[in-house]
């Protein structure tokens, strides 16, 4: 069964770093489109950013650019999100999401990705 599980995440203060991991399983996603997103308390999921499968270039929402950084790993398996001087604000569970067929919206909707990962959760402290 083809699964993302994703990692790293904990307790940090503002200011700080974590490295987030998001380790399919179950097949490789060299060709698939592959996203972050993060759902705070009582808010919608929202778009972090992805990686372009075909020229591996990286987009981000405009609240991360300058801060995040998305990569993959060659054999298309792992997706890594670096987060930088983080601050409260970026407290949510993040997921990580693959597309793996046909689907509608864009790159930045939650619609788009059809295979997500159970999320973790990020808290940053101020």
């Known amino acids: 069964q083809v699964q993302l599980v994703e990692s790293g995440g904990g307790l940090v203060q503002a200011g700080g770093s974590l490295r987030l991991s998001c380790v399919a399983s179950?097949?490789?996603?060299?060709?698939?489109?592959m996203g972050w997103f993060r759902q705070a308390s009582g808010l919608e999921r929202e778009f972090v950013g992805n990686i372009n499968e075909f020229d591996g270039s990286t987009a981000y929402s405009d609240s991360v650019k300058g801060r995040f950084t998305i990569s993959r790993d060659s054999a298309g398996n792992t997706q890594y999100l670096q987060m930088n001087s983080l601050k409260p604000e970026d407290t949510a569970v993040y997921y990580c999401?693959?597309?793996?067929?046909?689907?509608?919206?864009?790159?930045?909707?939650?619609?788009?990705?059809?295979?997500w990962g159970q999320g973790t959760q990020v808290t940053v402290s101020s």
């Open positions: 179950g097949g490789t996603f060299t060709s698939s489109a």
């Open positions: 999401a693959a597309k793996t067929r046909p689907t509608p919206g864009t790159r930045y909707s939650t619609n788009y990705y059809d295979l």
